[in-house]
Structures are given as C-alpha cells and as structure tokens.
C-alpha cells in the first residue's frame, strides 16, 4: 500500500486527507492519506525518516514549512524556483517538489472570467499570497497591488515590484475589481469596508469556517470561499502522483462542506 500525508504545525486541522482518501476510495487505489503534525524543533527529524520509508510516494506541505522542505529535495520545477516555496512533493528515484497553490488559486476563480486589465488587491504577504500574487505575474496580469502590514518593502517574484505602502490602501480599496485576503483574520476596519464597491468581488483563502470573519463583513458582493482553492491545488498534486485529473464530485463537496460550516 502507498502511503501520503500532509505536514505542519496544524496538520490534524487540514481537510487534504478527506480530500485524497477521498479519491483513492472512487478510483480504487491502494493507498492511504494521512496528516503529521510536527513543531519547528522536530520538523526536520520526522522529514528524513519519511522521506527514507519506502511505503511513502508523496506528501504535501503546509504552513509554516513551505520553504524548509526546499533543502530536501533533489529536483523543484520553475514555478516552485520562482516562488521559493514547495506544497507538494514527490518521492521517487529522485525527491521533486512543486508549488501547485498558485494555480490552484487562479483555477478557483476562472468562473469569474477576470480581465487581465481589472484591479486586484492582495491583503497579506505570506507564503500564500507570494504564490497567488505570483499566478498573476505569470498569466501577465497587470494590475495587482500587495499591503502587507509590515512596513518593509518586499521585492515580490524577482519582478522589480514591491508591496505597496499600507497607507495608500484606502485609494485602491476604492477601484478595486477582486480583494484577495490571505490574511488568518479580518484586516480591514468598518471605513474600508464601506469603501468597496458592491460589485468588486471577495475572496478568502481561509476555509474554515466558510463564512469567515471577513466574508461576514460583505452582505451584497459575490464571495470565493477558500475551500475552493484546497480542492483546485490538490488537483495538480493527484496528478503529480497518479498521472491523471480526479473528478471533484458531488460527493466529496457534501463531505467538505459539513466539515467547513
């Protein structure tokens, strides 16, 4: 039997499981998904003995471990090289990393058919915002802005451009097309809030709950919730393992949603 898994610091909490075991149950494949939980002070223990156990083929990478995981591995492919950070793994004659969250990003919102000229503002600058942000820059979207709370200017993608001063996000609330929040809570106050236009659309990467505290604050815009994006970035990652796209059934939406109320 194969064996996968998920590793972080909150692991136990992460749906990848129900997603994978998922699909192994409807394509009749020998194998299991489960989640490792591990700390900063025993990350890189648990790594070597499962990188050296024959029984596993793959796993994925969760936070705060995106970039530790990099020293790893023999092989990453351009798009992990670009971002800097790895969220799916392979183990084979060789240890090959990728990063699949950028385009599990932009997957999720391709129903919504974003002109690449239309203005997209990213809240936060962790890892999973440097991807999504980096999805855009590859599919030559223009018009993307990044506040970052920090005051720090941070070089995004090796692309000459920086996040931008949090005291100018109240100018671009305003002409905003897509909010991205990337943040764990609400970064915004009741003013910016009122700011944004009805029709802008809103989007959290958080999945649990579904309705976070800053989706709640939006009664009128259209929402993208973040389990979409967990199921579009696992896609590439079955893939990755299986050579083939699973189908994300009606099934397995039922599952993940009594789990993300």
């Known amino acids: 039997m194969k064996n996968f898994f998920v590793i972080g610091d909150k692991a136990s909490k992460s749906l990848s499981p129900l997603i994978f075991n998922h699909w192994f149950k409807k394509y009749n494949i020998r194998a299991k998904y489960f989640f490792l939980e591990v700390t900063k002070k025993n990350f890189d223990t648990e790594i070597v003995k499962k990188i050296s156990d024959k029984k596993i083929q793959g796993f994925n990478v969760t936070i705060p471990f995106k970039k530790d995981i990099i020293k790893y591995l023999d092989k990453k492919n351009i798009h992990a090289q670009n971002i800097g950070a790895v969220n799916c ?11 699949t969250d950028w385009v599990g990003y932009l997957n999720s919102i391709k129903q919504e058919k974003i002109n690449k000229n239309k203005n997209i ?31 720090k200017a941070i070089n995004i993608n090796r692309s000459n451009k920086y996040t931008k001063d949090y005291s100018l996000i ?17 970064p915004l ?25 800053f989706l709640k604050e939006f009664k009128f815009n259209k929402k993208i919730y973040g389990i979409s994006m967990l199921i579009e970035q696992a896609l590439p990652c079955f893939k990755q393992w299986f050579g083939f796209v699973p189908i994300v059934d009606e099934v397995l939406i039922k599952k993940l949603n009594k789990k993300i109320k």
């Open 170 to 186: 109240n100018s671009y609330l305003v002409k905003s097309d897509l909010i991205i929040n990337t943040t764990p809570t609400n």
């Open 189 to 213: 106050n009741k003013k910016q809030i009122n700011l944004i236009k009805k029709t802008t659309i809103i989007s959290d990467i958080v999945y649990k709950p579904k309705e976070t505290s």
């Open 89 to 99: 793994v392979t183990i084979g004659n060789k240890i090959k990393g990728i990063n």
């Open 121 to 151: 503002l990213i809240l936060g600058f962790g890892g999973a915002s440097q991807a999504i942000y980096y999805g855009f820059f590859f599919k030559g979207y223009k018009n993307v802005s990044v506040f970052n709370r920090s005051k």
